[in-house]
């Protein structure tokens, strides 16, 4: 094939987003199920794009496909036909038609579990049409590849086009069960960490070094018990084995929690993050400021208690 689209070939949108999924999803079976297409038509319309812009777009492997230097330039012009389509949209929508559609969110998963599932709730019930996906975030995550449409990020993005609103800085502290203090006694200071074992993430499948903040009390604590989910710390921690960093928001709603070693805080921030353009659909930007106005709401004495 040649490097140059055909003269007087024109994009089909239709190819298009078949285009756009494949090269998403790394896979033509992966982006078939997505587009509800199966694999074969899926390799036919990526095929007949190809023929029509003489241009190779994909790399084809056992493992799925990659794309090559026509592909990438071509990923730029569809992701642009894709904004511009989804504005279309957005702008032909009527005010008082509802809101429907599917939304995807990617939140940390101590946030999801602890906040967000409960206030999304609320939203979903309002519009019985939208449908809200609430996924933990993942080790690695891209806005602009579409895996989500918005997301909570503990950094904020250094480029792309991308928006990001502060929402909330949030503390977190060390933690015992009253079952743990009661058969161990009190932990008020680090030395006292010698003798315990301390519940904490795999430091392997940390995607971001500001998760990473155990580690004054690792090199004191007597073994770890290593948990890759923020929730099955806390259940670890409330089970009387050991000293857990946890969300002080998240603790604060378990009675059979204390806090230990005072001294000891760590305080992070949550971002929200989206595409520039994808902010323009409705459910979009519905989702969005509902998140915004929840954060504004809670304010600094639900994320940052004092003590």
């Known amino acids: ?37 199966d694999h074969a038509t899926v390799g036919r319309r990526i095929g007949s794009l190809e023929k029509s812009l003489g241009a190779k777009l994909f790399e ?56 967000l599932a409960t206030r999304l709730a609320e939203l979903a019930t309002r519009h019985p049409a939208l449908q809200i996906e609430l996924v933990p975030l993942p080790r690695t995550f891209s806005l602009a590849r579409r895996e989500a449409d918005l997301a909570i990020t503990i950094d904020r993005p250094a480029e792309g086009r991308l928006t990001a609103i502060k929402l909330s800085d949030y503390t977190l502290s060390a933690y015992a069960s009253r079952e743990h203090i009661e058969k161990f006694g009190p932990v008020q200071d680090f030395s006292q960490l010698a003798t315990r074992i301390l519940v904490t993430y795999v430091s392997d499948l940390l995607y971001s070094p500001a998760l990473d903040y155990a580690g004054p009390l690792e090199k004191i604590a007597r073994s770890r018990f290593e948990c890759a989910s923020v929730t099955s710390q806390m259940e670890v921690v409330r ?14 709603a378990f009675s059979d929690l204390v806090r230990v070693i005072p001294e000891f805080s760590v305080t992070r921030s949550y971002w929200l993050v989206a595409h520039k353009d994808l902010r323009m659909l409705r459910r979009n930007s519905l989702l969005h400021d509902f998140i915004v106005a929840a954060f504004k709401n809670s304010g600094r004495k639900y994320f940052c208690p004092s003590f």
């Open 60 to 115: 084809r492997s056992t493992t799925g496909v990659t794309l090559t230097a026509m592909g990438e330039r071509l990923l730029k012009t569809a992701e642009a036909m894709e904004s511009a389509m989804n504005q279309t949209v957005s702008e032909f929508s009527q005010v008082d038609e509802e809101i429907s559609g599917a939304v995807r969110i990617g939140a940390p998963d101590g946030l999801g579990t602890y906040y």
């Open 239 to 252: 089970s009387g084995t050991g000293i857990g960093i946890l969300h002080d928001y998240a603790a604060s």
């Open 1 to 37: 094939m040649q490097n140059s689209a055909k003269r007087g070939s024109s994009l089909d949108w239709d190819q298009v987003r078949v285009f756009l999924s494949v090269a998403r999803a790394g896979q033509f079976l992966a982006a078939g199920k997505h587009l509800h297409l």
